[in-house]
């Protein structure tokens, strides 16, 4: 055994065949939603078989996912509809993820924005920021932007990060002096007008 152990220390690396470990890493891929010209229908991503059930995510429209249409344009407002339990959830995220750089009334006023001497973050409700179609600010909580890093690894599901963007525009709405009645949803509209008689 001895022998064999000192005959293969002077063995040459020329002579094993050699194993290319890093082929994974340098394959091309794609990306997805992308386009392929491999598949005849011209898409990357493949139907999942019939009747398959995902196990580790949800499959999501790409409006849902991304903030956008399949054309490219921002999403308005929100894909999903905007109710008082998503709005509860939106204000619970806000709150945990987003008000100690932003500030609780999302006014770039907090410790954290007083302490940033590179660049604080900005007031979400200013004029410029209430200008951003909804798509654009789920976009910022998915991407990240500036010095903000993106928040999927907090906000984990599209209602999450949706119920957060519906938030901001109901804070965005409660900074505002004079909301205009057509603003409100019709059942909030008609309790506002009976009240202002």
């Known amino acids: 055994m001895l022998l064999a152990a000192a005959l293969l220390c002077g063995c040459d690396d020329s002579l094993l065949p050699s194993i290319d470990l890093e082929r994974m890493i340098d394959q091309r891929r794609e990306k997805p939603y992308g386009e392929s010209s491999y598949f005849r229908d011209g898409r990357a991503m493949r139907r999942p078989p019939e009747d398959s059930v995902p196990v580790t995510r949800q499959e999501t429209a790409p409006g849902l996912a991304v903030g956008m249409t399949p054309r490219g344009d921002y999403l308005i407002r929100p894909p999903i509809p905007v109710t008082r339990p998503l709005l509860a959830l939106g204000?619970?995220?806000?709150?945990?993820?987003?008000?100690?750089?932003?500030?609780?009334?999302?006014?770039?006023?907090?410790?954290?924005?007083?302490?940033?001497?590179?660049?604080?973050?900005?007031?979400?409700?200013?004029?410029?920021?209430?200008?951003?179609?909804?798509?654009?600010?789920?976009?910022?909580?998915?991407?990240?932007?500036?010095?903000?890093?993106?928040?999927?690894?907090?906000?984990?599901?599209?209602?999450?990060?949706?119920?957060?963007?519906?938030?901001?525009?109901?804070?965005?709405?409660?900074?505002?002096?004079?909301?205009?009645?057509?603003?409100?949803?019709?059942?909030?509209?008609i309790r506002a007008a009976e009240e202002l008689r």
């Open 91 to 189: 204000r619970l995220r806000f709150e945990t993820y987003c008000a100690a750089c932003h500030g609780i009334a999302g006014d770039g006023e907090s410790i954290v924005a007083a302490n940033m001497s590179l660049r604080q973050p900005p007031s979400l409700i200013n004029a410029r920021v209430q200008s951003f179609p909804d798509g654009r600010i789920y976009q910022i909580i998915v991407l990240g932007y500036g010095l903000m890093r993106p928040y999927t690894e907090d906000l984990t599901t599209s209602e999450e990060r949706w119920a957060t963007v519906a938030y901001l525009r109901a804070l965005q709405l409660s900074q505002r002096v004079g909301v205009p009645l057509d603003s409100l949803p019709p059942g909030e509209r």
